[in-house]
């Protein structure tokens, strides 16, 4: 009986392995395939460390830390609403400290009252995964008075072998963050106190956070092991650029009933915080949770 158990238990578990291995569930349909893909010239421009920033002639752009500085890009235009992709490689052994993004900000206009829509991949030490930290600000909770809304995740593939596409699409009832158009957060519109209704800027960076990237800054930077490196390519945006005023507003929100499915899934196998469920929150700070 105690080897039949074994048995059915070594089962169970290999079961439960490759379904998880298989990926998520269909999640219906592919938003990104809707979206041409450009280079990156026609929405961005350098914004800071341009000696580290290589723009090659398919439109992909390499960025790079190392001891001296990191590289940082922006778009030409200022956004309302949209959808907003674009596929990273990113470096695989010691990254811990080293953060690389891909988000909508307008910081640069409102110091200190600005509003903010984050995806960041945290460095890590060999032998673990990366962390994706999707995050909101909503006017100044980014600055001096930090109020962020923190929810990360695993993947369920290495992002260090292959390019996968990662977005933010913003409508005017929600958010939704996608990985390979899989949608992994939503982040609803239950007031304008708590979501982001002016113009943002699209960005991608990569810099040395070692306060706080990894395991609460438990592993910094170690320049030892640099240039810690980024890939970006197939830019897609498509959205209503903030000089068309509230008259535009791109997309509808929600999800279909298999896209929640998918979503659940990932959120079932690989979240690994959420602000909301964090007893150490003042969550008077958050109403939306």
């Not at 800071?48 to 290589?54: A, D, E, K, L, S």
């Not at 068309?244 to 509808?252: H, Q």
Request: hydrophobic share 35%; glycine share 8%; net charge neutral.
């Amino acid at each position: 009986m105690a080897a039949f158990l074994f048995f059915l238990v070594s089962v169970l578990v290999m079961s439960s392995s490759s379904i998880t291995a298989q990926g998520p569930p269909f999640p219906g349909f592919y938003p990104s395939s809707s979206i041409q893909s450009s280079g990156f010239s026609q929405y961005f421009r350098n914004l800071w460390g341009p000696q580290h920033q290589r723009l090659d002639d398919q439109g992909s752009v390499t960025i790079w830390l190392d001891s001296t500085s990191g590289s940082g890009f922006k778009s030409l235009q200022s956004y309302l609403s949209g959808y907003f992709g674009v596929a990273v490689k990113l470096q695989s052994g010691y990254t811990a400290g080293v953060i690389t993004s891909f988000y909508l900000s307008n910081n640069q206009y409102f110091p200190g009252n600005h509003d903010e829509i984050d995806l960041e991949f945290l460095g890590t030490t060999p032998g673990k995964p990366y962390t994706l930290q999707t995050n909101v600000f909503i006017r100044g909770s980014g600055d001096g008075n930090i109020i962020g809304r923190e929810v990360k995740f695993h993947l369920w593939f290495d992002p260090t072998q292959n390019f996968h596409h990662y977005a933010i699409r913003w409508t005017p009832s929600d958010i939704i963050f996608l990985v390979d158009d899989v949608p992994i957060r939503r982040y609803t519109r239950k007031n304008d106190a708590t979501f982001p209704v002016r113009p943002l800027w699209v960005y991608g960076s990569i810099w040395d956070a070692s306060q706080w990237a990894t395991e609460d800054g438990k592993y910094k930077a170690d320049y030892r092991y640099q240039p810690f490196v980024s890939k970006y390519q197939e830019f897609k945006i498509s959205g209503c650029r903030g000089l068309a005023g509230e008259s535009c507003r791109a997309g509808s929100g929600g999800l279909s009933q298999e896209q929640y499915k998918a979503m659940e899934w990932v959120q079932r196998n690989y979240l690994v915080y959420d602000y909301c469920n964090d007893p150490k929150r003042d969550h008077t700070q958050i109403p939306e949770c």
